[in-house]
């Protein structure tokens, strides 16, 4: 089993719409998670890191849940400029140590 | 500006001509990465430093070196690349203990 796996799409979507991502780790002592976007053939850029509480950045919104080990991101409206692949990112340790990319989910948003 | 440099962007080498592609950041991060991203794999963590002088192997160390030697610089070093290194590669650069990662634009790597 991936230590980080996610769907990888791509989703298709009409612009206005509401889509979500799942991305499930097969390790519980992992502390850190964050989404991080990427452009076609551009690095990846920072999306929002992901608490335990959950929490929301305008139309994005991420959530934790431990339990079940997989985190969740939620973009509400999609816009045309949300087109990228999406990559779960997971850190096993508080400092960086090891850490695990997931191998992204692609999102075309469809005029 | 704030960012994370690489070079070259583009590479055509043979098998078993070393190279090396450097990295610089300018943000006085402790930490740095390269990574390389392959179709189907995504991004899997080669060699990281959490500061200078210090060095940690990630997930596929075999075939690369690096040296960590000042702040700002983190060389990846093929001493004698084969064609499975074919990839691209990004190095990142973060300040310890607040996780978001800065990338270079990356290194398109092609041996023949």
């Known amino acids: 089993r991936k230590e980080v796996e996610q769907d990888p799409g791509p989703f298709n979507v009409p612009e206005g719409a509401t889509v979500a991502f799942n991305c499930t780790y097969s390790?519980?002592?992992?502390?850190?998670f964050f989404w991080y976007r990427q452009d076609c053939r551009k690095e990846p850029k920072l999306l929002m890191s992901?608490?335990?509480s959950g929490n929301e950045d305008g139309r994005f919104t991420a959530q934790l849940n431990r339990a079940s080990q997989y985190i969740s991101l939620l973009i509400r409206d999609s816009k045309l400029s949300d087109s990228a692949t999406y990559l779960c990112v997971v850190n096993a340790k508080t400092s960086y140590d090891k850490v695990i990319f997931g191998p992204g989910t692609s999102l075309s948003v469809i005029p | 500006e704030a960012q994370v440099t690489q070079n070259p962007r583009y590479l055509i080498t043979v098998t078993g001509k070393k190279l090396t592609v450097t990295c610089s950041q300018n943000?006085?991060?402790?930490?740095m990465s390269w990574y390389r991203q392959d179709p189907g794999l995504g991004l899997r963590q080669i060699y990281y430093?959490?500061?200078?002088?210090?060095?940690d192997k990630g997930d596929v160390p075999e075939g690369y070196k690096v040296s960590r030697k000042e702040k700002r610089n983190f060389p990846l070093i093929l001493e004698s690349p084969s064609p499975n290194q074919t990839s691209l590669y990004f190095c990142?650069?973060?300040?310890?203990?607040?996780?978001?990662?800065?990338f270079g634009p990356g290194t398109r790597l092609t041996v023949t």
């Open positions: 992901v608490y335990s």
């Open positions: 390790n519980s002592a992992s502390q850190s």
């Open positions: 943000m006085n991060h402790e930490y």
């Open positions: 990142a650069s973060g300040s310890t203990g607040v996780h978001e990662q800065y």
């Open positions: 430093s959490m500061n200078v002088e210090v060095t």
